[in-house]
């Protein structure tokens, strides 16, 4: 049995997050009455309300804060279906409001109120605006000391493991979403929308987001990269299925990618590991040499 | 006089304080201007790192005093205290070196949900209990004195037993914690709910009186707002005149979180709480 002041407490906070007045719930109004105390000038339901009022509107302003381009796609209204329909199924759990958004791409994934025929377009959109939250506040790690890269082998590159940049996040994405966004920000028309393929990188530079468009080969490297494959293999994996002159000039491309990614701060180490390790992160697989 | 008798509990006074806040963190860092010392909200910086804690860094390299005010710690909520906000509350301290902590004296969380806002507790001896023994746990875990904050609030509760003035200097006598005294807060709940603040400044224990904020706020007229939206209204700072007179020279902090205005404005609000402090101890001396 909860104490009373629990039980007032689970009372409260569920009137709070109510979304219409407390006054159109008679039940709920008398239940706010025994307890509310009201005055001369306002009822037990309107002093309720103005902590409901200001539940939505601190959560609703916060989720359009850290989602810009979702807001301009749908519009204010349509953006706040959403953002309410989310808060319902979704009410905020953790202390800071940082962490408001934990479940919004699940949650859109599931989400039927989008717009017909822009549904994948809003869901993508929804899991690029997220990735920024942890790319704006996450922890630094040091920079590459270039000193690793010069004493570097042919050899090594077989076996060493690049490390990227923790907070660096790789999206194939089906439309062009960071133009939403960024137009969004600047408080510019929107571009228009078709399908176009972009394989895009989003990371933090200088304590300020960028994003750098991509070639798909250098996306694939990225994402073996990752994996934990050394560069060597990780460019045979790429090479699989180029032509004879693609793959010929495939070590030109990867050095010139390379040396940009390193520049800007994406490589932040090269570490030696073991052959067995390489191994696994092939996922078994041995690549020849 | 045992350090629980003194004045401030023995805690320094440190002049006249503003908020750190985004909009002027360009402003600071590059003109270093004099300032006693900077209050900052600590959920703003217990993240693993980015701006605000490049920022913060820097500030404290310029020397900056910084005093931590929390939101969300929930002392009056019903579910068990929040070990990794503490732990990482902790850290953060450690961090800021700040020579206490304060937080407001309210529930913010219910059965899972945090809903962000200070929520008012019944002023009742079960409530007054429960948040006493949660304050001490929390004064023995970060090691620093916490300072519990009066809020502003829209409602009351049939259950109450007691005045609000009763009810917070019951609580930090009992858990043997400090009082942030927040002036404003007290005029925007007297409005509220018909009391007189001049009763509650004279009513609270005046040796465990830490720290004092200012701000303004927004009427309605059926209510008013703690907005935090604009000057202090001159009631509010009739109230800190007798605030002063009772308690002395105690650290006061000038709130401004929304429509914030240029530091300059910010640092002219703070020279009239320096004004009136100084007027008033001199009268004292006389
Ligand atoms: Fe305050």
């Known amino acids: 049995m909860p104490g009373p002041l629990e039980a007032l407490q689970e009372m409260l906070g569920e009137a709070f997050r109510r979304e219409a007045p407390v006054a159109e719930d008679p039940g709920l109004a008398a239940r706010c009455a025994e307890h509310v105390k009201g005055n001369d000038r306002l009822t037990p339901a309107e002093q309720v309300d103005l902590y409901r009022r200001q539940f939505w509107m601190r959560h609703l302003g916060s989720l359009e804060e850290d989602y810009p381009g979702l807001r301009a796609l749908l519009g204010a209204a349509a953006f706040e279906a959403f953002c309410r329909a989310y808060l319902q199924a979704h009410p905020p759990a953790s202390f800071t409001l940082r962490d408001l958004g934990d479940d919004i791409v699940t949650f859109a994934e599931g989400h039927a109120g989008f717009p017909e025929g822009q549904e994948a377009l809003c869901r993508e959109l929804v899991r690029y605006e997220h990735a920024f939250i942890d790319v704006l506040d996450g922890a630094e790690p040091p920079p590459l000391d270039p000193a690793r890269l010069a004493v570097m082998t042919e050899e090594d590159w077989g076996t060493a493991r690049v490390v990227l940049h923790p907070l660096l996040r790789r999206f194939r994405l089906a439309y062009p979403v960071h133009e939403i966004r960024d137009a969004a920000r600047a408080g510019s028309a929107l571009p228009e929308v078709t399908l176009k393929a972009v394989c895009l990188l989003l990371f933090r530079r200088d304590l300020t987001m960028r994003w750098m468009e991509v070639d798909p080969l250098a996306l694939t490297l990225l994402d073996a990269l990752a994996r934990g494959v050394p560069l060597l293999p990780a460019c045979e994996l790429c090479a699989a299925g180029l032509s004879e002159e693609e793959t010929a000039q495939l070590g030109e491309r990867v050095q010139g990618w390379f040396a940009h990614w390193a520049s800007s701060g994406l490589i932040v180490n090269v570490a030696h590991i073991a052959p067995q390790d390489a191994v696994e992160a092939l996922g078994g697989e041995v690549v020849p040499h | ?286």
């Open chain 2, 1 to 286: 006089m045992s350090p629980s008798e003194k004045p401030r509990l023995g805690l320094p006074d440190l002049g006249v304080g503003v908020g750190l806040r985004r909009k002027h963190h360009e402003h600071i860092l590059t003109n270093r201007p004099a300032v006693d010392w900077f209050e900052i909200i600590s959920e703003n910086y217990m993240v693993p790192g980015g701006r605000p804690m490049v920022t913060l860094d820097r500030v404290l390299g310029l020397d900056y005093r910084l005093i931590q005010h929390g939101v969300s710690l929930c002392i009056g909520g019903s579910e068990p205290l929040d070990r990794d906000y503490l732990r990482r509350l902790k850290e953060l301290v450690r961090r800021t070196r700040t020579p206490w902590v304060s937080d407001h004296l309210c529930w913010t969380r219910a059965h899972g949900v945090d809903l962000h806002d200070l929520l008012p507790l019944p002023y009742t001896e079960e409530a007054l209990r429960h948040v006493a023994g949660r304050a001490r746990m929390v004064q023995d875990t970060l090691e620093v004195p916490l300072l519990l904050e009066n809020v502003s609030s829209y409602l009351t509760y049939t259950a109450s037993t007691m005045t609000e003035w009763e009810f917070l200097s019951g609580v930090v006598e009992e858990a043997d914690c400090g009082l942030l005294l927040d002036v404003n807060n007290i005029y925007v709940s007297g409005y509220n709910h018909g009391f007189d603040g001049a009763t509650y400044v004279d009513a609270i224990p005046a040796h465990r009186v830490v720290q004092i904020h200012l701000a303004g706020h927004t009427n309605y007229g059926k209510y008013i707002i703690d907005t935090h939206s604009d000057p202090v209204i001159e009631p509010v700072w009739e109230l800190y005149r007798r605030a002063c007179a009772r308690l002395g020279p105690v650290s006061t902090l000038i709130e401004w979180d929304e429509d914030i205005p240029s530091f300059e404005a910010l640092l002219a609000e703070a020279d009239k709480a320096r004004a009136i402090r100084d007027e008033v101890e001199r009268a004292r001396a006389a």
